[in-house]
């Protein structure tokens, strides 16, 4: 079984190197080592590790929170990372359907004495955690990922990114979603430093001040503040978990900000398919090493390889979704050009067919972004008696609601006209999902009672 996730490891090869810089603190790997291994004695003192059993924590960007993920990932218990963002109903629910102990009332290490040392492994398991999908179709599902699928994505990441000596990746996601936990599990299998922003700082402070030379962020992290010229350390910055309008996009690297357009999912342990560089192309690059896709006959992608989650946990079991060949259908409308590049649509349940035509959402929102005084857009179909459904968007503006209104009728006049938007709604800001994406139904609530026609 692979040990590459383990801070024993990690402390005995570099026990001087700066494992994790948080706040005004840093820690060196031995220091990190050291407090873990009193956390896991002060669990199995108290009687909380059970055979076969998950471990939940809540994730937070907090010492003790970093410090009993890292605890029961090198003791090989399965972890359900629970979002802090979340009500406590919802957090208590994925903790009643993992079947895993709450381990949150219980991260503080009982000791720092730098004489105690690591208790045995036992019990290990070939499942490192159950993450919750993002929820963004419905009740989010559990999926299993393992040890292994968790290895060979590291070793994908690491071979399309590459690794420098000084390099330090920013935490700026929480680690309930897969790809704030990939980012601490990459560093720990290549013992990197981890840069953590907690969340109630501004995640580019630390950036700005060249503290940190990778980062993984989401557009709404972009798009929530004006640009500014890209510190000279910084060398990666990953920009998925959502669709990233163009315009954005080219305003962040015109100031030579490294963004590298890159999508993934929790059912593949984040990163899928990443740009070689900061490419002037609108797609999220060709898949990593060892993952294939492939778009069928109605346009949805589905993925192989060896990151793939073992299954969905329900009821108790593990049931899993790829097919007898080990494709996993993603949801995802794509396609994928002449280059073996991947271009994501967007959800084909978000797909919007008005009068027989299909309009994809992510499209229609990168030409409002276009539009002067809109700062950002979210974009869906609502019913029509003649059209079956029509196009409707949400909008937050930067100017006068009229003067806004009058650049979207301007630029609508040269669009195809299954595509201009019907229904427009001005919303002071866009509901979001615990991950940062924009939560379309609770958009398209919002925006129900405020739609103007246009």
């Given at each position: ?17 700066v ?13 990190l ?6 956390l ?58 993992s ?29 490192l ?29 690491a ?21 704030g ?22 995640p580019?402070?630390?950036?700005l001040r ?32 959502a ?14 900000w ?18 070689h ?35 969905y ?13 080990g ?15 991947l ?37 869906f ?24 209104l009058?650049s ?47």
């Amino acid at each position: 079984m692979s040990d590459r996730f383990s801070i024993i490891d990690a402390a005995r090869e570099r026990p001087d190197d700066v494992a994790l810089i948080i706040g005004d603190q840093q820690l060196a790997w031995r220091q990190l080592s050291h407090q873990c291994a009193a956390l896991a004695h002060r669990w199995i003192d108290a009687g909380l590790l059970e055979p076969n059993r998950p471990v939940a924590l809540e994730a937070t960007s907090t010492l003790d929170a970093l410090c009993a993920l890292f605890t029961a990932v090198t003791l090989q218990r399965p972890v359900v990372p629970l979002h802090p963002r979340t009500s406590a109903a919802f957090r208590q629910r994925m903790i009643d359907r993992s079947g895993a102990v709450d381990l949150t009332p219980h991260t503080t290490p009982t000791s720092t004495n730098t004489d105690v040392v690591w208790p045995s492994l036992r019990h290990r398991s070939a499942t490192l955690a159950l993450i919750a999908t993002s929820g963004s179709t419905g009740e989010p599902k559990l999926a299993v990922l393992s040890r292994q699928a968790f290895e060979a994505a590291a070793t994908a990441s690491a071979q399309r990114l590459g690794w420098r000596d000084d390099d330090r990746w920013l935490l700026a996601l929480t680690f309930a979603h897969v790809g704030g936990l990939s980012v601490l599990l990459r560093c720990l299998a290549a013992i990197r430093t981890i840069v953590v922003a907690p969340p109630e700082a501004d995640p580019f402070e630390r950036l700005l001040r060249g503290e940190a030379t990778i980062a993984s962020l989401v557009p709404t992290q972009l798009a929530r503040r004006a640009v500014v010229p890209a510190p000279p350390r910084l060398r990666v910055v990953l920009l998925g978990g959502a669709a990233a309008p163009p315009a954005l996009v080219d305003r962040w690297r015109t100031a030579g900000w490294p963004l590298r357009l890159t999508y993934g999912l929790t059912e593949a342990c984040s990163q899928v398919a990443t740009q070689h560089g900061p490419e002037d192309d609108p797609s999220s690059g060709p898949p990593l090493d060892g993952t294939q896709l492939r778009v069928d006959a109605d346009g949805i992608l589905s993925i192989r390889g060896p990151t793939l989650l073992e299954g969905y946990w329900s009821d108790g079991r593990v049931v899993d979704p790829r097919d007898g060949d080990g494709w996993l259908r993603t949801g995802d409308a794509a396609r994928i050009d002449a280059a073996g590049r991947l271009h994501v649509l967007g959800r084909a349940d978000d797909v919007i067919v008005t009068g027989g035509e299909k309009v994809a959402p992510a499209h229609v929102e990168a030409l409002l972004l276009q539009c002067p005084g809109v700062a950002q857009a979210c974009v869906f179909g609502v019913a029509d008696e003649q059209w079956g459904m029509v196009v409707a968007a949400a909008l937050v503006a930067t100017t006068a609601p009229e003067e806004t209104l009058r650049s979207v009728r301007a630029q609508l006049t040269t669009w195809p006209p299954h595509e201009r938007v019907r229904r427009i709604a001005l919303l002071p800001s866009l509901p979001l999902l615990p991950g940062g994406k924009v939560d379309r139904r609770a958009t398209r609530i919002a925006a129900v009672d405020m739609f103007q026609s246009i």
